[in-house]
């Protein structure tokens, strides 16, 4: 299996060295860095960020700066608002709902790395898929965890490391987030 198909498929792969990851990488960081040139009302956006996802989703707003590792495992569904500053670490699959509001400087992180310093120098790591269902709404500041699937109708407080799975409609707070509320 080469690195990218182990990176797909939640192995341990070489995202540091594998010139075929690098490649993909540096592509899609100078399409972000295009979009994130751009006034926020020119038109031409939408073909920017048509070229960074693969596609153009239904209604999106996503404000600039934007980043990303690589455009093509992220998935957002229909009237979507992404605020300023956002990082989508799409190593693995990042899917969003429809009618998801994220705040700013949110981060979707699908990687880890090795605790052993060992393995983490050579530069190991693992992507696990984050999976957003429909009508959420993310304060600022909010961190999503690999593996993490956040069911539909949730609020994720601003400032919240979100570590653990969460259930339809409810709000999570904190670091690490928990359940806090059940939202009726």
Request: charged fraction near 15%; hydrophobic fraction near 40%; charge should be negative.
């Amino acid at each position: 299996m080469n690195e990218l198909e182990k990176m797909n498929n939640g192995l341990w792969y070489d995202a540091n060295n594998n010139q075929e990851l690098l490649k993909l990488r540096y592509a899609c960081f100078d399409k972000c860095f295009a979009l994130n040139q751009l006034k926020p009302s020119d038109s031409s956006r939408y073909d920017v960020i048509k070229d960074i996802l693969g596609y153009l989703p239904d209604n999106l707003e996503l404000l600039s700066p934007f980043n990303c590792d690589y455009g093509f495992n992220i998935h957002i569904g229909d009237n979507v608002f992404i605020n300023i500053n956002n990082y989508f670490m799409d190593c693995a699959d990042i899917t969003i709902g429809n009618n998801v509001f994220i705040g700013p400087s949110c981060g979707f992180y699908t990687a880890s790395h090795p605790l052993n310093y060992d393995s983490r120098n050579k530069g190991l790591e693992k992507a696990l898929p984050i999976t957003v269902g429909d009508n959420c709404w993310f304060g600022a500041n909010v961190s999503i965890m690999p593996g993490v699937t956040i069911g539909s109708g949730c609020v994720i407080a601003a400032g919240s490391v979100v570590t653990k799975d969460v259930p339809d409609n409810v709000m999570v707070a904190g670091v690490p987030a928990k359940v806090v509320k059940t939202i009726i």
